[in-house]
């Protein structure tokens, strides 16, 4: 059984970096679910997946879902994280530090 490891944080940070374990791809859908569905509209998800060095930015956590359960690498994906902000700049500044190791990431 493979276990998937999933990071979360909301946009208020009050309750830090949450750590979630999920043994199946459906488990991982249904906490993401859970975590989001119902929330605020106003809210910006940054999702960085760290085996295949993936980022996606967006306001649907449903679109996020589906990112996750089309993506072929997903075999090999293990760590994903997932936190929310209150606005585009502050979600593409974390999403910069989280690449800063690639090569593309600054001029």
Do not use: P, W
Request: hydrophobic share 35%; proline share 0%; net charge neutral.
């Amino acid at each position: 059984m493979k276990n998937y490891n999933l990071y979360f944080t909301d946009k208020s940070f009050e309750t830090g970096l949450q750590h979630f374990k999920c043994d199946k791809k459906f488990d991982l859908l249904d906490k993401i679910d859970e975590l989001c569905c119902g929330k605020s509209s106003q809210v910006v998800y940054l999702l960085f997946v760290e085996e295949c060095n993936f980022t996606f930015i967006g306001e649907s956590h449903i679109k996020i879902q589906e990112i996750i359960e089309k993506m072929k690498i997903y075999r090999f994906s293990r760590n994903f994280y997932l936190h929310q902000y209150r606005s585009y700049e502050d979600a593409y500044s974390v999403g910069l530090l989280m690449n800063a190791k690639n090569n593309l990431c600054y001029n």
